[in-house]
C-alpha cells in the first residue's frame, strides 16, 4: 500500500521565522491537501494543491502566510511563514486517488503530521 | 453551511463496556459519512466509512451506519479494549465541495483495564 510521509515530524521555531513542511507519497495521487489541527481542536482545511498551479486556499488562509507547492503526483511543501505562537499547530497533508491504487477515490488518508511550537 | 457536531468528550469507559459516540450532520444534498481514529503519537487513521443512505461502515469492531432520517452516523462498538483509547472524529464530505472534509470537534475515550 502507499505510504505518505512527512518532514520533518517536528519542530520548535522562533518568531517572524519560515519552516517549510515537505510531504512525500510513494505514488502517484490526484489530489494533496493541507489540514491544520491546533491544539485541542478538529482539523481545518488549508489549501488543496494543485499540480502545476496554484494551490486553492479556503476562507481564512492566504498564500502569502501559507505558500504551497506541488512540482509533481507524488510531493508537495507547504510554508509557514513570519511564525506567531497562534501557528503552533499540527500541520497535516492527505492524499486522495491514487493512480496505483491503495487510495480509492472519495477517501483522503492523511501522513502522521507535522507538530509546529513557535516560541 | 455544512458541518459536523460530535459528542463533547473526553469519555472514559471500562473494558468490554458498549461504546456510542454520537455524530450528526448538517448538509445541502447527501455526503459521504468517515470516521477517523488519531491514537496517541499518532496520525490520522480512517477508521470506516458510508457513501449513502442505510450504508453501514464497519472496521476493527466498530460500526455505523447513515440515517439520513435523523442525518446520523453514530459510532459503536460491543466491547471495547485498552487498545481502542484515541481520539475519533466524525466527518463528513459534501457532493458539492470534492475534496473537502468537514470534520467534527474529535471524541477523545479513555478506555481503563
Known amino acids: 500500500s502507499a505510504v505518505i510521509s512527512q518532514k520533518p515530524s517536528r519542530d520548535i521555531c522562533q518568531r517572524g521565522t519560515s519552516l517549510t513542511i515537505q510531504c512525500q507519497v510513494d505514488s502517484q495521487v490526484t489530489m494533496m491537501f493541507w489540514y491544520r489541527q491546533q491544539p485541542g481542536q478538529s482539523l481545518t482545511l488549508i489549501a488543496t494543491a494543485n499540480q502545476g498551479s496554484e494551490a486553492t486556499y479556503e476562507s481564512g488562509f492566504v498564500i502569502d502566510k501559507f505558500p504551497i507547492s506541488r512540482p509533481n503526483l507524488t510531493f508537495s511543501t507547504l510554508t509557514v511563514s513570519n511564525m506567531s505562537p497562534e501557528d503552533s499547530s499540527i500541520y497535516l497533508c492527505s492524499v486522495e486517488g491514487s493512480r496505483q491504487g491503495g487510495f480509492s477515490y472519495n477517501e483522503q488518508f492523511f501522513g502522521p503530521g507535522t507538530r509546529l511550537t513557535v516560541l | 453551511g455544512d458541518s459536523v457536531t460530535q459528542m463533547e468528550g473526553p469519555v472514559t469507559l471500562s473494558e468490554e463496556a458498549f461504546l456510542t459516540i454520537n455524530c450528526t450532520y448538517t448538509?445541502?444534498?447527501?455526503?459521504?459519512l468517515f470516521w477517523y481514529v488519531q491514537y496517541p503519537g499518532e496520525g490520522l487513521q480512517l477508521l470506516l466509512k458510508?457513501?449513502?443512505?442505510?450504508d453501514k461502515g464497519s472496521n476493527k469492531d466498530f460500526e455505523a451506519t447513515y440515517r439520513k432520517e435523523t442525518t446520523s452516523f453514530h459510532l459503536e462498538k460491543g466491547s471495547v479494549q485498552v487498545s481502542d483509547s484515541a481520539v475519533y472524529f466524525c466527518a463528513q464530505r459534501g457532493g458539492g465541495s470534492q475534496g473537502n472534509l468537514i470534520f467534527g470537534k474529535g471524541t477523545k475515550l479513555s478506555v481503563k483495564p
Open positions: 448538509a445541502t444534498g447527501y455526503p459521504s
Open positions: 458510508a457513501t449513502k443512505a442505510d
